[in-house]
């Protein structure tokens, strides 16, 4: 059995840092966060592995 992927919403990403989701949007533009995954129409999630990248290098 494969490990489940976890994904999170820019509201999940805001709410988790205490920012905008333009905060995150602008981050992402910047380059600072990795691109999200577009999993259909209307839903677009980064993985728990991008975010955990991102946190590293924020240290």
Excluded: C
């Amino acid at each position: 059995m494969q490990p489940q992927t976890v994904f999170f919403s820019d509201k999940a990403l805001a709410e988790r840092y205490q920012v905008t989701r333009q905060t995150i949007w602008r981050w992402v533009r910047e380059n600072r966060l990795a691109k999200p995954v577009k999993l259909a129409a209307g839903s677009t999630r980064w993985t728990q592995a991008a975010v955990e990248k991102f946190e590293e290098a924020a240290k």
